[in-house]
């Protein structure tokens, strides 16, 4: 079967209700949750995606088993402290960040070295951002020369609290930093940049020992040892980093209109809403509820007749993060300049997406200024794409892929976009779901 996606044909305009996957980041963090947890754990619309396959796969090698049927995963937890060493583990986390970085801190007791290995687009990039923090726990790390994977981890008995700054804005070092304060023995302290908070939700809807108080661009977390966790059954929402494409494709394809069910719209992962507002597409919240801490609602989407450029604030970034390369699409067709600047986390995803996406934008006609950490946008509300157009080596990046498909159903074009299977990191079903907004 061709691994690869022809599309010569833009949308027609469309007027549908979707459901998209499960939330990948609240998906693999219910695994390593119910991995510690006494008893038997259960989810629905669990994200059956390789990121989370990996997750599943990385805690039976620490004896815990789960068993997925009729759309529910059961994880079978030992309690906090029932992970099984033994010699010569070696966990491959493919090519997911989250699992490779948040695993890492429930591992800070492991009497054994176990050896961390991921895909090529994983191995890339830095963990020195975790293993720093960890270290101070007590752990002991040896990494290659670049700071990357593989790497090994060896735990310690003597685990200590930590006082840490994470001003980068990463979820994955705060999360990896707060399953390491649950192994260590006393209060460990977290002052942290705002991201998304799925870990400190899951925490207090456990009731673990954690506090939050919030500031203006920090967080101050405190965690203490957690000597038992309840098992945790979860009907897991849908992803808005998957919705996120259908938004943008719906604002880009001229009388259309979309309703999304079942969303998470925490308000750590809503910056892609916000932007696309101010960019002038109208995008409504339905039915809106809580769900064990988490906001759910279904999202309305109406094609707007004109598009608005954006100087982007920066305050926005860590919230949409990883919609940035649909959100550039969305700029190119916008009237005037867009700026969006400090993005140099999206350097840090599964390849250098700044820079990916403004080659993207510039095979499609569009002008671009590039900084390390910024990008101008020069719209073109009359773009109109003609030519053949071909999206290969780039690191088999799931929202590359995704956003290419995006851009060639919405601006028209010949375009052969490669390394198709790499939507199963994170959303194996998005080829299914747009072959049905095309109908």
Request: with cysteine; hydrophobic share 40%; proline share 3%.
């Amino acid at each position: 079967m061709s691994n690869k996606v022809i599309i010569n044909h833009k949308i027609s305009q469309f007027k549908k209700t979707i459901n998209v996957s499960g939330d990948k980041s609240i998906s693999i963090r219910w695994v390593l949750f119910s991995s510690l947890a006494s008893g038997v754990s259960k989810a629905k619309n669990l994200l059956m995606s390789e990121d989370v396959k990996a997750a599943l796969n990385a805690i039976k090698q620490f004896g815990i088993k789960s068993e997925f049927k009729n759309n529910i995963c059961k994880i079978f937890g030992k309690g906090i402290n029932g992970y099984k060493y033994k010699e010569k583990i070696v966990i491959d986390a493919k090519n997911s960040g989250t699992l490779g970085r948040l695993i890492l801190g429930l591992l800070i007791n492991s009497p054994y070295p176990v050896k961390l290995i991921g895909d090529k687009s994983l191995s890339k990039r830095d963990f020195t951002r975790v293993t720093k923090p960890l270290s101070k726990f007590g752990a002991t790390f040896q990494l290659n020369k670049n700071k990357t994977l593989p790497l090994k981890i060896i735990g310690s008995k003597n685990l200590v609290p930590i006082n840490y700054l994470e001003n980068k804005g990463s979820a994955q070092c705060k999360s990896s930093i707060i399953f390491g304060g649950i192994r260590a023995n006393g209060t460990t302290v977290i002052k942290a940049r705002k991201s998304r908070n799925h870990t400190e939700i899951l925490c207090k809807y456990l009731n673990l020992p954690i506090t939050v108080k919030t500031k203006k661009n920090f967080d101050q977390i405190k965690i203490k040892n957690v000597k038992k966790i309840k098992p945790l059954n979860y009907n897991i929402p849908s992803d808005i980093s998957s919705s996120a494409f259908f938004i943008v494709l719906t604002a880009l394809t001229k009388n259309s209109r979309i309703i999304i069910k079942n969303i998470n719209i925490n308000p750590s992962r809503i910056g892609i809403i916000i932007i696309l507002r101010k960019m002038g597409v109208k995008i409504t919240f339905k039915n809106q509820r809580i769900y064990k801490g988490e906001k759910i609602a279904d999202i309305k989407v109406k094609s707007p007749k004109n598009l608005k450029s954006i100087n982007c604030p920066s305050k926005l970034n860590s919230g949409a993060i990883d919609e940035f390369l649909v959100i550039f699409l969305v700029a190119a067709k916008a009237k005037g300049i867009s700026f969006f600047k400090n993005l140099d986390e999206l350097n840090q995803k599964e390849s250098p997406r700044l820079k990916l996406g403004s080659e993207i934008l510039n095979k499609i006609g569009i002008k671009t200024i590039l900084t390390k950490n910024s990008i101008k946008i020069f719209g073109n509300p009359n773009l109109k794409v003609t030519k053949k157009i071909v999206i290969k080596n780039y690191l088999k990046d799931h929202r590359i892929f995704m956003t290419s498909v995006i851009a060639a159903l919405s601006l028209g074009g010949n375009w052969t976009i490669h390394d198709k299977d790499s939507i199963n990191t994170s959303f194996p079903h998005f080829m299914k779901i747009i072959n049905n907004l095309k109908k």
